[in-house]
């Protein structure tokens, strides 16, 4: 047993090292919920593609779809009931054109990527055009859809490329865009239209290769004492301008410009006079992460727009590339920025050579890029148009704001390893104990949706939802809150999920611990249940978001499950662990297995006991425990009182020993490592790691069971007919929902009966391939997924950042043997 030992100590040196760059970077989500399990209704369509552009129309009770070629209206409530549709394809001859020009055919076609509401009965919608974009007008009525069929030419306020990036806004009846406004996608442009039209310079200091991402207004003129105008802000990732750098840097940027802005009047003429940009801060101080690449944007509103913040997608530019990172920005940082900071801008020094300089003279009055507030106007400067050229002529030369934006905290609130994020959402909800939450949704590249819970600068991923039947980017991410639900745009289709399921937390402990501010246990209906609607007593429902303390939780029992073993047979005990937070334990007559013991295979689908005696008669008790704010909270999940039987009965199928006696020489064996999990996020960068456990624990257990084999298949010889009074027990069996190992099969399951006896054809044991049968039994609870993990994580997601240890299987002690 040394060498396994030694073995074992240089795998938990390896797994420290592991563990310590994991620690502030995976956050793993409590639950996995597969997309049989998501309650998502789909609206796909074959021969439609692209459906990237979505607009919730809460008032009408309408989700607007932009696609390939066509647009969409279905019912909010149930996407799958398509109300009305329009198609919209470029013509003939502007296909072939685009692809004589040089592009792709598939681009070539009209893909729908803005939709804005002008009021309830008239939209406005831009599309490609084979690149040649194009906006129209969209009359709603109650039964159909219809394109007025004005469209006009619309560079710079749609892409002309499908793929690219961008960014729009319709308020007021003036029209926003920033995105590209030529063929080639090489002048970038900020742009305001039908209204007031205005338009950033084309100069590299102003935007250099942007790749917009998120265009909103907060309506900064309210209540405001200083008379300030609205802004519209932003985001965008562009290459850097004002470092000297041997490669090309990105930055992330936000950018602003006011909604009353007019112009100048000679200087900056129809140009925005108040477009200022800064650094948009997203990485973790004492380690090198520098998230520069924004990927997407929400801007969450509040009553007060003080209070109002963005929250913002990163990934990085270099090094590890699978990590994704979100920050949250207040608005008082990015006002103090652009009300306070200081400029930079290019300076020519020594002839041709520019460099960026920060401006360190006397900056004119009223302050370049200012909005017209109180202060301009009391000087004279009614409008933008008023402005003296100085100030012009200043801003045009200083659009960088030298302050960056930093995050709240100075550092991400959520990091995340191995899912890249695409789009996000953040939904506010106020709990039972009266604080307010912020819920994040954040869509991944392979078609899963965060659900995530920041709460006082803590991060916790309660659920790691499966949106689509195969992977597919989360390409579009809107939320009505009013009607808690989700709308997810993809490739391939449009899903719509809640925002909550509370009926899948089943016990009071796993609804509580999911610290779900939707949901509380109501100990009178004894469920899972919304908050929104509970009208009745308050008192009755438990909820503990902020701390995850479930121990007001009523104590359950279990139904204690019977299960007869043949000695020197072994045996196989089912449980799940209550989430991916949960670890394991098996207690025999109240006392803790211990998990070293060659006895035991202990893994997340149950335990396996090996060569019963009469000595391991008794209860076994299968706790699920999961730690919360510094205490462990088991529940029990299952509970079984094995006794033996001397009696050599012996249980097999009927179909085996009468008909396929050799049927099936080839094991059915379920290799612990289920290929399964390799679809599942959240375990796949532990699988590696378990399987080597896995492997570790079966070279010691595989003695063991080598044993038992044996002693069944000498067994097996001598009882091939199979008294009357097995079968009875074999359905008695499997009612207990007891599973036996190796030597008893169940009428139930289909792959236990093949591999029964032949299990004992002991001469092909080798270290791969398991000797125990996992039976393929009733799903487990719903939403655990693993099925074979020999290790638990217990993760905890402390203040600032989420720290998951692997708890290793080999306690330390085991070292030195
Ligand atoms: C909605 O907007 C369209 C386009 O601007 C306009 O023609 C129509 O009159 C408006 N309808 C209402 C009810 O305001
Ligand atoms: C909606 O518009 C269609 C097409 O213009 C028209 O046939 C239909 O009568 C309109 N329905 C209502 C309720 O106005
Ligand atoms: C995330 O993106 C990186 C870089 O583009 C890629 O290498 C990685 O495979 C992606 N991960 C997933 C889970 O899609
Ligand atoms: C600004 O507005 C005030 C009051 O409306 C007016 O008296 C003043 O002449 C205006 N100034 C300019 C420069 O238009
Ligand atoms: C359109 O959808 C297809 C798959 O249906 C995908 O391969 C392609 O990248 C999508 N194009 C865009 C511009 O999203
Ligand atoms: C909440 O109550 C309203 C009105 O009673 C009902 O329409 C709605 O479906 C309920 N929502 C949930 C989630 O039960
Ligand atoms: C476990 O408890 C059962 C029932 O009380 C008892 O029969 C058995 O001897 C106990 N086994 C051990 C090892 O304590
Ligand atoms: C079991 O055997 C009977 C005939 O003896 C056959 O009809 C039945 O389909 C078999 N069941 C299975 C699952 O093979
Ligand atoms: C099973 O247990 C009995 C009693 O402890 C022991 O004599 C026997 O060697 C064991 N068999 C195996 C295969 O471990
Ligand atoms: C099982 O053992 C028999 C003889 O004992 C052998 O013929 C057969 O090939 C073995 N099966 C496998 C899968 O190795
Ligand atoms: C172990 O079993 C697997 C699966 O049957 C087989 O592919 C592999 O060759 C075997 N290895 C050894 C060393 O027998
Ligand atoms: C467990 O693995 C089997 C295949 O090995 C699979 O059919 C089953 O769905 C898995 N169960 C869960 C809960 O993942």
Same mark, same amino acid.
């Given at each position: 047993m040394s060498g396994t030992s030694a073995v074992l100590c240089l795998y938990l040196v390896y797994g420290l090292m592991q563990q310590m760059e994991a620690s502030i970077l995976s956050c793993i989500p409590r639950k996995t919920v597969t997309y049989q399990n998501g309650n998502i209704k789909t609206f796909m369509k074959p021969g439609?593609?692209?459906?990237s552009t979505l607009l919730v129309s809460e008032e009408t009770d309408i989700l607007f779809v932009g696609a390939r070629d066509a647009i969409f209206a279905l019912?909010?409530?149930?996407?799958?009931?398509?109300?009305a549709s329009e198609d919209w394809f470029a013509t003939r001859d502007r296909q072939l054109e685009c692809i004589r020009r040089g592009k792709d055919k598939v681009d070539c076609r009209n893909y729908i990527l803005l939709l804005h509401k002008i009021n309830d009965t008239s939209l406005y919608v831009c599309g490609t055009n084979a690149f040649y974009p194009a906006c129209d007008y969209m009359v709603i009525n109650s039964t159909d859809i219809h394109l007025q069929g004005k469209a006009e030419e619309s560079r710079g306020r749609?892409?002309?490329?499908?793929t690219l990036k961008y960014a729009s806004l319709l308020v007021d009846s003036a029209f926003y865009s920033a995105t590209s406004n030529n063929f080639l996608g090489t002048e970038p442009i900020i742009l305001r239209s039908l209204r007031n039209h205005l338009r950033t310079e084309f100069k590299a200091s102003w935007l250099n290769e942007p790749s917009f991402v998120y265009m909103d207004i907060v309506p900064?003129?309210?209540?405001n004492p200083d008379g300030d105008d609205d802004k519209i802000y932003v985001f965008f990732t562009e290459t850097a301008v004002e470092f000297e750098f041997y490669d090309k840097l990105l930055v992330s940027r936000i950018a602003r410009v006011c909604k009353g802005d007019l112009g100048?009047?000679?200087?900056l003429q129809k140009r925005w006079t108040s477009f200022l940009k800064s650094r948009l801060i997203c990485s973790v101080p004492e380690s090198n992460?520098?998230?520069?690449?924004?990927q997407d944007v929400f801007l969450l509103k509040?009553?007060?727009?003080?209070?109002s913040m963005f929250y913002g997608i990163f990934t990085q530019q270099?090094?590890?590339?699978d990590i994704s990172a979100v920050c949250a920005f207040s608005m008082k940082t990015v006002q103090e920025v652009f009300a306070k900071g200081n400029y930079k801008g290019p300076v020519t020094v020594e002839h041709s050579h520019v460099k960026w300089m920060v401006f360190r003279g006397e900056v004119p009055l009223p302050?370049?890029?200012?909005?017209?507030d109180n202060f301009a106007r009391s000087i004279g400067?009614?409008?933008?148009?008023?402005?003296p050229d100085k100030i012009l002529q200043f801003v045009r030369d200083h659009?960088?704001?030298?302050?960056a934006v930093n995050p709240i905290g100075d550092r991400p609130v959520l990091l995340k390893r191995g899912s890249n994020y695409t789009r996000i959402v953040v939904d506010r909800i106020t709990g039972l104990d009266k604080k307010t939450y912020n819920v994040l949704f954040i869509g991944t590249d392979n078609g899963y949706l965060h659900k995530a819970l920041n709460c006082d600068g803590e991060m916790f991923i309660m659920e790691e939802i499966q949106l689509f039947q195969s992977p597919e980017p989360v390409q579009s991410l809107k939320l009505s809150s009013k009607k808690g639900l989700l709308y997810v745009g993809s490739p391939s289709q449009v899903v719509q999920l809640p925002v909550?399921?509370?009926?899948?937390?089943?016990h009071c402990l796993d609804c509580v611990l999911?610290?779900?501010?939707?949901c509380a246990w109501s100990e009178s209906f004894e469920k899972c249940v919304p908050? &929104?609607?509970? @009208?009745?007593?308050?008192?009755d429902l438990i909820q503990s978001?902020?701390?995850? #303390?479930?121990?007001?939780c009523p104590k359950i029992g279990n139904n204690v499950k019977n299960c007869p073993v043949i000695i020197g047979n072994s045996v196989h005990l089912k449980c799940a662990p209550m989430s991916n937070l949960a670890r394991m334990v098996w207690k025999f007559n109240g006392s803790s297995l211990q998990a070293?013991?060659?006895?035991y295979l202990l893994y997340d689908g149950g335990i396996v006991i090996f060569n019963?005696?009469?000595?391991?008669a008794g209860f076994y008790d299968c706790h699920s425990v999961e730690r919360a704010n510094g205490k462990e909270f088991p529940v029990s999940v299952a509970s079984y009182v094995l006794y033996t039987q001397q009696d050599s009965i012996f249980i097999i199928t009927k179909n085996y020993t009468?008909?396929?006696?050799? &049927?099936?020489? @080839?094991?059915?064996?379920?290799?612990?490592?289920?290929?399964?999990?390799?679809? #599942?996020p959240a375990k796949q960068k532990s699988l590696e790691d378990q399987k080597e456990k896995l492997i570790l624990k079966f070279l010691g257990a595989g003695f063991a069971l080598l044993f038992s084999s044996l002693l069944v298949w000498n067994f097996y010889k001598g009882h091939l007919?199979?008294?009357?009074k097995s079968r009875e027990k074999s359905s008695k069996t499997a009612n207990a929902d007891c599973l036996p190992g190796p030597t008893l099969a169940t009428e139930g399951s289909g792959a236990m009966r093949k591999s029964s006896a032949t299990r004992?054809?002991?001469?092909?044991?080798?270290?791969?391939?398991?000797?125990?049968s996992f039976p393929?039994?009733?799903?487990?609870?719903?939403?655990?997924?693993?099925?074979?993990?020999l290790t638990k994580r217990s993760g905890t997601c402390s203040s600032q950042s989420c720290l998951v240890e692997d708890e290793t299987m080999f306690p330390i002690a085991e070292c030195g043997m």
């Open positions: 439609l593609s692209n459906f019912d909010l409530n149930d996407i799958s009931r398509k109300i749609c892409p002309f490329e499908p900064e003129s309210g209540s100048g009047k000679r200087i992460f520098q998230f520069n690449i924004v509040r009553a007060d727009w003080r209070e270099w090094g590890r590339l302050r370049p890029g200012a909005c017209i400067y009614n409008t933008s148009l008023d402005l659009p960088l704001m030298d302050n909550s399921v509370c009926s899948r937390y089943k999911a610290r779900d501010p939707y908050v &929104a609607n509970q @009208t009745g007593d308050l008192r978001v902020k701390n995850g #303390d479930a121990s007001k070293e013991e060659s006895k019963v005696t009469v000595a391991d009468t008909n396929q006696p050799n &049927a099936d020489t @080839t094991l059915k064996v379920k290799s612990l490592v289920s290929s399964s999990l390799l679809n #599942d007919s199979v008294p009357w004992t054809n002991t001469s092909t044991v080798n270290e791969s391939v398991p000797l125990v393929s039994e009733e799903e487990r609870s719903a939403n655990v997924q693993h099925n074979t993990s």
